[in-house]
């Protein structure tokens, strides 16, 4: 039987604590600017976003123009079709609103099940304020992005396999951001069961969206997300957009911006490897949250997209 006394003995305590007024103060943020984008009619990413989920019904490409919906096009995954549906299911005015909030809860969320003192989330959760901002201002995905990295290192934490993996694998077959929950796999103690989680779940989140649309359109997808990304990734880099990371930084610096994207990946990903070397700390607490604050900072720092609204990942 439910408590009510207790529970709403729990909110209230909750609200005048310093974790309540930060999530009060995220939540507002995450509220002001989906009102503010309506008001303006500045929600194009949204649009993109609910799109998704009407092409995935009517067997259209996830990738192609949509001028009469939105500007630009999407670069998310398949499994996104499903993941945005409850949202795009509303009217847009409504789905916006819930879905910047969901962003924001998630990821709010994701910080609590940090094992850190309760003071430094709060810390987190005020320098995290000007990202939020602008996830929040452009309705972007990357709050939840963030949240299944942070996941997928707190469920593995608590021996939790099953739920680590299935955010290690939903946030890669979204955006490929994801797949750096697998750095966490050398903490894993069963990794013969956990790459077993990892396969089942990828079974999973590949044929889902065929219980939605046609498997050879499904199929055909995943081959027009590899070359979208492709094309993406080449706009980037030769079209004078800088991005906003060690890539762009280098190439602003010296004028040169036909360096190879390699250049910048080998030597990231070597770095970022060097700490694993450290076999006997694997169990340390203090060096699995510097390995989670690494993989955080990874696809933001190396990326050839990186905006002020893709920092809140880090």
Not at 23 to 35: G, H, S
Not at 107 to 114: C, D, H, V
Not at 180 to 197: D, S
């Amino acid at each position: 039987m439910i408590n009510f006394p207790e529970l709403l003995r729990k909110g209230k305590t909750f609200s005048t604590s310093k974790q309540g007024i930060i999530f009060f103060i995220w939540l507002a943020i995450a509220l002001f600017f989906a009102i503010n984008s309506l008001i303006t009619h500045r929600f194009n990413n949204y649009l993109i976003f609910e799109n998704v989920f009407r092409n995935l019904l009517s067997e259209q490409s996830f990738y192609a123009q949509y001028p009469q919906f939105h500007d630009d096009v999407n670069h998310y995954g398949q499994v996104f079709s499903l993941f945005i549906a409850p949202f795009a299911m509303l009217p847009n005015w409504l789905g916006l609103i819930l879905w910047n909030v969901f962003n924001c809860v998630i990821l709010f969320y994701a910080l609590q099940t940090l094992p850190v003192k309760s003071d430094k989330r709060v810390m987190i959760g005020y320098i995290a304020i000007p990202c939020l901002i602008e996830s929040m201002l452009n309705q972007q995905f990357n709050a939840t992005a963030a949240a299944f990295i942070i996941l997928s290192f707190t469920r593995l934490n608590n021996n939790k396999g099953l739920w680590s993996s299935l955010f290690i694998v939903l946030g890669t077959f979204i955006k490929l951001y994801g797949i750096l929950g697998l750095a966490f796999f050398f903490f894993v103690k069963n990794k013969a069961r956990f790459i077993l989680y990892l396969s089942m779940w990828s079974v999973v989140f590949f044929i889902l969206p065929m219980f939605f649309s046609s498997p050879l359109t499904i199929f055909e997808s995943y081959q027009e997300w590899f070359i979208a990304l492709a094309e993406k990734n080449l706009t980037n880099t030769t079209q004078g957009s800088v991005p906003i990371s060690i890539i762009g930084f280098f190439r602003s610096l010296i004028y040169d911006y036909d360096i190879p994207n390699l250049a910048f990946l080998m030597p990231g990903a070597f770095i970022f490897m060097i700490p694993f070397l450290k076999w006997s700390s694997f169990q340390d607490k203090t060096f699995r949250l510097l390995i989670l604050a690494s993989a955080l900072l990874f696809p933001v720092l190396f990326s050839t997209s990186s905006e002020d609204c893709t920092y809140i990942i880090s």
